[in-house]
């Protein structure tokens, strides 16, 4: 019903920039949360950043002041745009969103992922 892809991962210097999108699509939804959370060989994965319907959003501490999270409720897409990138954050960054159907409740979804590599 709903599908959810990742694009604009890639590689970069330390310092450099990238703005990862995430597209839904898919018949009768609607978004109510997206994020977008990323994963590190021998790491937990961890959320990044959060934004609801409304337009709130939450960092974690790691990526405040760097990272800026956006979405545009009318195309389902969400993005995020990240500055002043460090070696540490090299990670997959999935996107995850909590959709409604009109058949069914409020459920999660992730994209496939998108490897971020941030070289020294």
């Known amino acids: 019903q709903v599908q959810l892809v990742e694009s604009g991962g890639g590689l970069v210097q330390s310092g450099g920039s990238l703005r990862l999108s995430c597209a839904a699509s898919g018949s009768a939804f609607s978004i109510l949360h997206m994020a977008w959370y990323r994963q590190s060989p021998g790491k937990q994965r961890e959320l990044v950043a959060l934004i609801t319907i409304g337009g709130s959003t939450n960092y974690a501490d790691s990526v405040k002041g760097r990272f800026t999270i956006s979405r545009n409720n009318a195309e389902n897409m969400v993005y995020l745009q990240m500055n002043g990138l460090k070696p540490e954050d090299t990670a997959v960054y999935s996107c995850?969103?909590?959709?409604?159907?009109?058949?069914?409740?409020?459920?999660?979804?992730w994209g496939q992922g998108s490897q971020v590599t941030v070289s020294s």
């Open positions: 995850n969103a909590l959709i409604r159907t009109a058949s069914m409740g409020p459920r999660n979804y």
